[in-house]
């Protein structure tokens, strides 16, 4: 996916907010940081990974899994749960796979656990403990299309992050109206047939048109900066990262 030159999001990346949801502090590398030795480290690392992944999950368990939105809020939790105990990231081989193929195989394998352990169950027989010690099989397994689609709620949910942390930074250096703005043309007006004019911003928010101008040039700039900041966090190398800006801006940097 791109972004094209009219603006910062192509649709439909960000018709949708999460709930309430704090983003964790980026560190240079979140798989990285999920191995720390020091809890607290740890902690925010794997805490910053949900974040990004919380969302897809569920939409992932809703398309491949046929579950309900209720049913993949238990399933997205309970799986994240069993990542922290069963130590999933210490598993985790970046040379064979990104992380969001990693983790989508690893929903895939422990569902799989899951719902064997449940038959076993309604059979009289012992409820195994679900864990994910089949993945290494199972990333040999390749599914492009739910891979293209994955990596597409991948990009939604690092645009709805830095959407989130752009707002945040907005309103503390008392910024509301560049907010404003962007998200109203560059979020909520993506597709409508006729976006409105700078002069009918400026209008809106009694400002110079040349305000408005400025306003947008910034917020694009903190924007990509802060979805940047977000993707650089998931890689562990520099011609990683540059793979993964040109597939979402489509630039080297």
Not at 91 to 117: G, H, I
Not at 118 to 132: F, L, M, S, T
Not at 179 to 207: C, G, M, T, W
Request: include cysteine.
């Amino acid at each position: 996916m791109r972004i094209d030159d009219g603006g910062i999001l192509s649709s439909p990346f960000i018709h949708r907010t999460l709930e309430n949801r704090s983003f964790p502090l980026t560190r240079p590398s979140i798989v990285q940081g999920a191995l720390d030795t020091d809890p607290l480290a740890r902690e925010r690392a794997r805490d910053a990974i949900a974040a990004t992944y919380w969302a897809p999950i569920h939409s992932y368990l809703c398309r491949r899994w046929r579950l309900d939105a209720a049913d993949a809020s238990d399933a997205t939790q309970e799986f994240f749960a069993q990542a922290l105990e069963r130590d999933l990231f210490h598993r985790y081989e970046p040379e064979r796979a990104r992380l969001r193929t990693y983790l989508r195989l690893c929903v895939d394998s422990w569902l799989r656990n899951a719902w064997k352990a449940e038959g076993r169950q309604k059979r009289g027989g012992q409820h195994d403990h679900v864990d994910v010690d089949d993945v290494g099989d199972i990333l040999t397994t390749n599914d492009e299309a739910q891979e293209r689609w994955f990596e597409q709620e991948w990009m939604r949910g690092l645009f709805t992050a830095a959407l989130i942390a752009l707002e945040s930074e907005c309103k503390s250096a008392g910024k509301g109206t560049h907010f404003a703005i962007f998200k109203q043309y560059n979020v909520d007006e993506i597709d409508a047939p006729h976006r409105s004019s700078y002069a009918q911003l400026a209008s809106a928010h009694d400002i110079p048109v040349t305000q408005v101008t400025n306003y947008l040039a910034w917020s694009r700039r903190r924007f990509r900066a802060l979805v940047l900041d977000r993707l650089r966090a998931e890689c562990r190398s520099d011609e990683e990262f540059r793979q993964e800006a040109r597939l979402i801006f489509g630039v080297t940097s």
